[in-house]
Nanobody, 118 residues
Framework: QVQLVESGGGLVQPGGSLRLSCAAS????????IQWYRQPPGKERELVAS??????????YYADSVKGRFTISRDNAKNTVYLHMNSLKPEDTAVYYC?????????WGQGTQVTISS
């Protein structure tokens, strides 16, 4: 059974930092592209960052809204992807989801809440 479990969310003041983790099981993790999405309150889910497989160079992609502030990385030995978030803004408030894709429909985690507020 495939499981993706996000962790690391919380309440942070503007300008602060958080590190989200996405731990996967039930898949050959290194073969999967991993994405981080977020869904702000009352808005649609949007892609934040992604990282390609190790065999393709673990190439990151970032949405313009987070470029320069967020860093995605993967540790295939730990079956885990991280999203390091710096200089957080109130508009980063959302539920953050990780997703694993290879062929067909992607797998999704349950999400972790990130709230940026003073």
């Amino acid at each position: 059974q495939v499981q993706l479990v996000e962790s690391g969310g919380g309440l942070v003041q503007p300008g602060g930092s958080l590190r989200l983790s996405c731990a996967a099981s039930g898949i050959i993790f290194s073969d999967y592209y991993i994405q981080w999405y977020r869904q702000p309150p009352g808005k649609e889910r949007e892609l934040v960052a992604s990282i390609s497989t190790g065999s393709t160079g673990s190439i990151p992609y970032y949405a313009d809204s987070v470029k320069g502030r967020f860093t995605i990385s993967r540790d295939n030995a730990k079956n885990t992807v991280y999203l390091h978030m710096n200089s957080l803004k109130p508009e980063d408030t959302a539920v953050y989801y990780c997703s694993a894709s290879r062929f067909g429909n992607p797998y999704w985690g349950q999400g972790t809440q990130v709230t940026i507020s003073s």
